[in-house]
């Protein structure tokens, strides 16, 4: 590359509100064509909207996580034109006063952290589906995504790699995914990003002419976009040839974008301030139960597991997958005192399981303060490693108390001295040929009579307290025969 | 005794609430009349006697079961953009001929709940755009008192209905004037409440911030009794003002002493009508006769009304009227082949001229380069207006005003000259554009016969005040009834009649 990129993102994520933006039909995928729809949503002759105040919440919530000013006027416009996907033939949107804007979030690029801006953040409904049905005449279409909420999250063009473009992209999702605004299914489309890219030489301030890309609803895409299309720019140039400022649709497939079109063919949406619905006028009291409602975001929470709970940056990174896994590490990391043990039950146990299931359920099965009396119990040395997974298997998906299923199954450790002899003099009696063996100085012998022996005692002994016994006893053995 | 027609709703509601007459009786009458005199009005686009005896004969059962309210068992019909479950809600246009929604508009359910009975639909202008009347798909609709003159628009089916005694209340609406003229010309009471008083859900919208559901009826005091019914917050529309509405019924009678008239400077200009302006000024010497003082005052930006009027209300239509595209409902041109061509299509042949060239308008005034010239600088009158009229309720209570440059007059005369055509409105826009209520009372006839109105301006949610007055001038005046509401029917002699001889109007 002889040029700098530069990029900036518009992402767009439905909101996990019940019912959709401005009626009250279901939000919800994967229904029969048609079927969550009324005449509002459908906009009927005489129907009028009327704002969903979740939804509201959601975009402000949303704003505040990504460090926005909140404005306190704001009002809906509408954006129009015709496509039988947008059933008003104009889409209820924000102009001129969104609910966010002037924010940033934060990527951390080979280990420095980068910073993007927002620019801002609004709300509007999200269009129906056209279905082009290669056996019908002509196209279906399905409005059950019609009326969905949406927020656009507007960037700076401050990134200056498909990477980075990638990193911004998932630390977005994170903080929609941590703040509950979205589920982030990227799959199911309530989250996708168009890619504005333009190439400059480098140390030159002003920005090159640029193209955007459609619909790109993968991070892969984001970032494959972006490196196909800096590519194509970079071609283009060299053959001494001018950019078009165009919008572009991205094949996926194909591993290449094709032209939509020009600026030349831009549309004008005519936007004008929504006369159906009055301006939303944000007080501090509402801004502040927003607020409070925000979680400790995965930035924040990475820092502090590494700087003040002593875990591997790697690690961090797993524990703060998804809210679920990072309340539980911090929950359990407190019930029992070792974040360290807790990080280690989580990763080989509770992420193991997850990944094991079918679906993509988040709940971990548990919560963490019963995980944490579970270790708490191994670290205590009150039962063993072995008796701690057995009774993590016993409490998960129940909501039984571990403490009292520890003594109904018996795990406790034994810790009877008495017992503990009787049964090392036993196996030393019945195993003859491992004797012989230790004697002939294979270290071997000590660990399979220390499995008898545990056997013996079903598990339940304290494996130290046996190993001493029996390294004793076959000292004592040795001194006797000699 | 006078036919069933003849009756205000008030004294209807008094001989159904006593027995002497059933609530059946009472909608087969008007029915009946319907039925000899739609061919000569055409206000009806739809007719719907069944439904219209099945609300009939429920209305009598709430009645025998003691559960009636003031405007149960009393026939009434809605202007054809309001939706009504079931029924075709046209809006006077070919795009939504057929088009039966399966929901009710608010004001619909709500009259409906209080146990009126529907006789049908009324014409209008196409999607309320015109103010004559002859915008409708159905046909133009002929006022009662001279069936060669216009109902003025677009509630004109509204204001006819009632005029003729072929309904005994019907509701309009209101964006620009469309209550207020059709009932001036037409020689009934109209009110255009405070924007956000009454529930648009379900009103087929034409300018959506200018939009406002009223009555019309054949006196003041029926016009208070509706408004009691229809006023009030609806969660459904967002617009709707959450407060609580004071009775209009309550003080009707209350008289005028004390209240400030004000006339503005504005209304009373160049190319009023000499008759006119004798009629509204004997209703103001009414009011003074009566303890009221009145004055001159200004609207200086009332002046730009029209202008700021045509651009807005265009600019919003252009984006209502944008979702009749052919693909979910209303008509849809057969003889497309792709989707550009079937929007083409379908609106060219769904709309008439008028609409068409409101949505052009407004598409121009938002467009990019001319939306800040023309739309922005459109709602900046519309602030200059709306200062000006609150400026001017510093001092008084209500502004009076004429209607309209002129009453009535022959159908075709003006459809060449749209322009000529959009000036009738002078004196009603700046209302809308500034959101007040504002009442119409016939108040005299001019030389040709044909009736007056006069417009009473008030304060936001003033709307009990201003039936006060409109009732102090309706006692003064008496009520004027056209000839074929007057009359058993006949058409014969087209030329109106009133209840009082011409002297003692113009006394």
């Given at each position: 590359?002889?040029?700098?990129?530069v990029?900036?993102?518009?992402i767009?994520?439905?909101?996990?509100?019940?019912?959709k933006?401005?009626?009250?039909c279901a939000?919800?995928y994967g229904?029969e064509?048609?079927?969550?729809?009324?005449p509002?949503?459908?906009?009927?002759?005489?129907?009028l909207p009327?704002?969903?105040?979740q939804?509201?919440?959601?975009?402000?919530?949303?704003g505040?996580?990504m460090?926005?000013t909140i404005?306190?006027?704001?009002?809906?416009?509408r954006?129009?034109?015709?496509y039988?996907d947008?059933?008003?033939a104009?889409q209820i949107?924000?102009?001129d006063?969104?609910?966010c804007?002037?924010?940033?979030?934060?990527?951390e690029?080979?280990?420095?952290?980068?910073?993007?801006g927002?620019?801002?953040i609004?709300?509007?409904?999200?269009?129906?589906k056209?279905?082009?049905?290669?056996?019908?005449?002509?196209s279906?279409v399905d409005?059950?995504r019609?009326?969905?909420?949406l927020i656009?999250?507007?960037?700076?063009?401050?990134?200056?790699?498909?990477e980075?473009?990638r990193?911004?992209?998932?630390?977005v999702?994170?903080i929609?995914?941590?703040?509950g605004?979205?589920?982030c299914?990227?799959?199911?489309g309530?989250?996708?990003?168009d890619?504005?890219?333009?190439?400059r030489?480098?140390?030159?301030?002003?920005?090159?002419?640029?193209?955007?890309?459609?619909?790109?609803?993968?991070?892969?895409?984001?970032?494959?976009?972006?490196v196909?299309?800096?590519e194509?720019?970079e071609?283009l140039i060299?053959?001494?040839?001018?950019i078009?400022q165009e919008?572009?649709?991205?094949d996926?497939?194909k591993?290449?974008?094709?032209s939509?079109r020009?600026?030349?063919?831009?549309?004008?949406y005519?936007y004008?301030?929504e006369?159906d619905?009055v301006?939303?006028?944000?007080?501090e009291?509402?801004?502040?139960?927003i607020?409070?409602?925000?979680p400790?975001?995965?930035?924040a929470?990475r820092?502090k597991?590494?700087?003040?709970m002593?875990?591997p940056?790697y690690?961090a990174?797993?524990?703060?997958?998804t809210?679920?896994?990072?309340?539980l590490?911090?929950?359990?990391?407190?019930?029992?005192?070792?974040p360290?043990?807790?990080?280690n039950?989580?990763m080989?146990e509770?992420?193991?399981?997850?990944k094991?299931?079918?679906?993509d359920s988040?709940?971990?099965g548990?919560?963490?303060?019963?995980l944490?009396?579970?270790i708490?119990?191994?670290?205590r040395?009150?039962i063993?490693q072995?008796?701690g997974?057995k009774l993590?298997?016993?409490v998960?998906?129940?909501?039984?108390?571990p403490v009292?299923l520890?003594e109904?199954?018996?795990?406790r450790i034994?810790?009877d001295e008495g017992?503990?002899?009787?049964?090392?003099?036993?196996v030393m009696k019945n195993?003859?040929?491992?004797i012989a063996?230790?004697?002939?100085?294979?270290?071997?012998?000590?660990?399979?009579l220390m499995g008898q022996?545990?056997?013996l005692l079903?598990?339940?002994?304290d494996?130290?307290?046996?190993k001493s016994?029996?390294e004793?006893k076959?000292?004592?053995?040795d001194?006797?025969?000699? | 005794?006078?036919?069933?027609?003849?009756?205000p709703v008030?004294?209807?509601?008094?001989?159904?609430a006593d027995?002497k007459?059933?609530?059946r009786e009472?909608?087969?009458?008007h029915?009946d009349?319907?039925a000899?005199?739609q061919?000569?009005?055409?206000?009806?686009?739809s007719?719907?006697?069944?439904?219209?005896l099945g609300?009939?004969?429920?209305a009598?059962?709430?009645?025998?079961?003691?559960?009636?309210?003031?405007?149960?068992?009393?026939?009434?019909?809605f202007?054809?953009?309001?939706?009504?479950?079931?029924?075709?809600?046209s809006?006077?246009?070919?795009?939504?001929e057929?088009?039966?929604?399966?929901?009710?508009?608010?004001?619909v359910?709500?009259l409906?709940k209080?146990?009126?009975?529907?006789?049908?639909?009324?014409n209008?202008?196409e999607?309320?755009?015109?103010s004559?009347?002859?915008?409708?798909?159905?046909g133009?609709v002929?006022n009662?008192?001279?069936?060669?003159?216009?109902?003025?628009?677009s509630?004109?089916?509204?204001a006819?209905?009632?005029a003729?005694?072929l309904?005994?209340?019907?509701?309009?609406?209101?964006t620009?004037?469309?209550?207020?003229?059709?009932?001036?010309?037409c020689?009934?009471v109209?009110?255009?409440?405070?924007?956000g008083?009454?529930?648009?859900f379900g009103l087929v919208?034409?300018?959506s911030?200018l939009?406002q559901?009223?009555?019309?009826a054949?006196?003041?005091r029926d016009?208070?009794?509706?408004?009691?019914?229809?006023?009030?917050?609806d969660?459904?529309?967002?617009?709707?003002?959450?407060?609580?509405?004071?009775?209009?019924?309550?003080e009707?009678?209350?008289?005028?002493k004390?209240m400030?008239?004000?006339?503005?400077?504005?209304?009373f200009?160049?190319?009023l009508?000499?008759?006119?302006?004798?009629?509204v000024?004997?209703?103001?010497?009414?009011?003074?006769?009566?303890?009221?003082v009145?004055?001159e005052?200004?609207?200086?930006?009332?002046?730009f009304?029209i202008s700021?009027?045509?651009?807005l209300?265009?600019a919003?239509a252009?984006?209502?009227l944008?979702?009749y595209?052919?693909?979910?409902?209303?008509?849809?041109?057969?003889d497309?082949?792709?989707?550009?061509e079937?929007?083409?299509?379908?609106r060219?042949e769904?709309?008439?001229?008028?609409?068409?060239?409101?949505?052009?308008l407004?598409?121009?005034?938002l467009?990019?380069?001319y939306h800040d010239?023309?739309?922005?600088?459109?709602l900046?009158?519309?602030?200059?207006?709306?200062?000006?009229f609150?400026?001017?309720?510093e001092t008084?209570d209500i502004l009076?005003?004429p209607?309209?440059?002129t009453t009535?007059?022959r159908l075709?005369?003006?459809?060449?000259?749209?322009?000529?055509?959009?000036?009738?409105?002078v004196?009603?826009?700046?209302?809308?554009l500034?959101?007040?209520?504002?009442l119409v009372?016939?108040?005299?006839l001019?030389?040709?016969?044909m009736?007056?109105?006069?417009?009473l301006?008030?304060k936001?949610?003033?709307e009990?005040?201003?039936?006060?007055?409109g009732?102090?001038?309706?006692?003064?005046?008496?009520r004027?009834v056209?000839?074929?509401?007057?009359?058993?029917?006949?058409?014969?002699?087209?030329?109106?009649?009133?209840g009082?001889t011409?002297e003692?109007v113009?006394?």
């Amino acid at each position: 590359m002889n040029h700098e990129i530069v990029i900036g993102l518009e992402i767009h994520s439905e909101l996990r509100t019940r019912s959709k933006v401005f009626c009250g039909c279901a939000n919800e995928y994967g229904a029969e064509p048609n079927t969550r729809t009324c005449p509002v949503c459908l906009g009927m002759p005489g129907t009028l909207p009327v704002l969903n105040r979740q939804a509201v919440d959601f975009a402000v919530k949303a704003g505040l996580a990504m460090n926005c000013t909140i404005s306190g006027f704001s009002k809906m416009d509408r954006k129009n034109y015709f496509y039988p996907d947008m059933c008003k033939a104009y889409q209820i949107s924000q102009f001129d006063l969104p609910f966010c804007r002037d924010g940033y979030v934060d990527i951390e690029v080979d280990g420095q952290t980068k910073r993007i801006g927002i620019e801002r953040i609004h709300l509007e409904e999200d269009a129906g589906k056209l279905n082009h049905d290669p056996y019908a005449q002509g196209s279906l279409v399905d409005y059950n995504r019609c009326g969905v909420p949406l927020i656009e999250i507007v960037s700076r063009p401050d990134m200056r790699s498909p990477e980075e473009a990638r990193l911004f992209m998932e630390a977005v999702k994170e903080i929609l995914e941590y703040t509950g605004v979205s589920d982030c299914k990227m799959q199911e489309g309530s989250l996708r990003a168009d890619v504005n890219l333009s190439l400059r030489p480098f140390g030159q301030e002003k920005l090159g002419t640029r193209t955007e890309m459609k619909n790109l609803n993968s991070l892969r895409a984001v970032q494959r976009a972006a490196v196909t299309e800096a590519e194509r720019q970079e071609a283009l140039i060299t053959a001494g040839k001018t950019i078009t400022q165009e919008t572009r649709r991205w094949d996926d497939n194909k591993g290449e974008s094709f032209s939509m079109r020009s600026k030349e063919e831009a549309m004008d949406y005519r936007y004008f301030p929504e006369p159906d619905l009055v301006p939303v006028v944000m007080d501090e009291g509402w801004l502040a139960r927003i607020r409070e409602s925000i979680p400790e975001l995965p930035q924040a929470r990475r820092a502090k597991y590494v700087q003040e709970m002593g875990i591997p940056a790697y690690d961090a990174g797993l524990l703060t997958g998804t809210i679920q896994i990072a309340d539980l590490f911090e929950q359990a990391a407190m019930t029992c005192g070792n974040p360290k043990s807790a990080s280690n039950w989580i990763m080989g146990e509770i992420l193991r399981q997850m990944k094991e299931q079918e679906g993509d359920s988040l709940d971990p099965g548990i919560d963490g303060i019963r995980l944490g009396s579970i270790i708490g119990l191994v670290e205590r040395g009150e039962i063993t490693q072995a008796s701690g997974k057995k009774l993590l298997e016993a409490v998960m998906g129940t909501d039984a108390d571990p403490v009292v299923l520890v003594e109904r199954m018996n795990l406790r450790i034994q810790r009877d001295e008495g017992a503990v002899i009787d049964a090392v003099v036993l196996v030393m009696k019945n195993n003859p040929q491992a004797i012989a063996d230790f004697q002939a100085g294979k270290g071997k012998a000590v660990g399979f009579l220390m499995g008898q022996a545990m056997g013996l005692l079903k598990g339940k002994a304290d494996p130290g307290q046996v190993k001493s016994v029996l390294e004793a006893k076959l000292k004592e053995f040795d001194g006797g025969a000699s | 005794m006078k036919e069933l027609h003849e009756l205000p709703v008030h004294e209807l509601a008094g001989l159904l609430a006593d027995r002497k007459i059933g609530a059946r009786e009472v909608a087969q009458a008007h029915l009946d009349r319907i039925a000899l005199l739609q061919q000569d009005v055409n206000c009806y686009i739809s007719i719907t006697p069944e439904v219209a005896l099945g609300q009939a004969d429920a209305a009598q059962k709430r009645m025998d079961g003691g559960d009636a309210g003031p405007l149960t068992g009393i026939p009434m019909a809605f202007k054809d953009n309001m939706c009504t479950k079931g029924v075709q809600t046209s809006c006077a246009s070919r795009m939504l001929e057929g088009f039966v929604p399966p929901y009710n508009a608010t004001v619909v359910s709500t009259l409906q709940k209080a146990g009126t009975v529907m006789l049908g639909k009324l014409n209008m202008d196409e999607f309320a755009m015109g103010s004559t009347n002859e915008n409708s798909y159905f046909g133009p609709v002929r006022n009662p008192w001279n069936l060669e003159r216009v109902s003025g628009g677009s509630s004109g089916g509204s204001a006819a209905a009632v005029a003729a005694g072929l309904a005994p209340f019907a509701l309009g609406s209101d964006t620009g004037g469309s209550i207020r003229l059709p009932a001036s010309f037409c020689g009934v009471v109209g009110m255009k409440p405070t924007y956000g008083a009454v529930s648009r859900f379900g009103l087929v919208a034409f300018a959506s911030s200018l939009d406002q559901i009223g009555p019309l009826a054949s006196n003041v005091r029926d016009c208070a009794w509706v408004l009691d019914a229809i006023m009030g917050h609806d969660p459904m529309d967002s617009t709707s003002a959450p407060v609580k509405h004071e009775s209009c019924t309550a003080e009707l009678d209350a008289g005028v002493k004390g209240m400030s008239f004000g006339l503005a400077r504005e209304y009373f200009g160049e190319g009023l009508n000499g008759d006119i302006r004798k009629a509204v000024m004997k209703a103001v010497q009414v009011l003074e006769a009566q303890g009221a003082v009145s004055g001159e005052c200004s609207v200086p930006a009332a002046e730009f009304g029209i202008s700021a009027y045509y651009l807005l209300s265009s600019a919003e239509a252009s984006a209502n009227l944008a979702r009749y595209d052919g693909i979910r409902f209303g008509h849809r041109s057969a003889d497309a082949t792709d989707m550009k061509e079937l929007y083409r299509l379908t609106r060219g042949e769904g709309f008439g001229r008028e609409v068409k060239t409101r949505i052009l308008l407004g598409t121009y005034a938002l467009s990019s380069g001319y939306h800040d010239a023309l739309y922005v600088k459109a709602l900046k009158v519309r602030r200059m207006i709306h200062d000006d009229f609150i400026r001017a309720f510093e001092t008084h209570d209500i502004l009076v005003s004429p209607v309209s440059p002129t009453t009535a007059f022959r159908l075709g005369e003006k459809t060449a000259d749209p322009l000529q055509m959009y000036l009738g409105d002078v004196y009603t826009v700046a209302v809308n554009l500034a959101g007040l209520p504002a009442l119409v009372v016939p108040c005299g006839l001019d030389s040709d016969g044909m009736p007056i109105g006069v417009q009473l301006i008030g304060k936001p949610f003033s709307e009990k005040k201003l039936l006060q007055a409109g009732q102090a001038i309706e006692q003064a005046l008496g009520r004027f009834v056209s000839p074929m509401a007057a009359g058993t029917g006949s058409t014969a002699n087209p030329v109106g009649q009133c209840g009082k001889t011409e002297e003692e109007v113009r006394a």
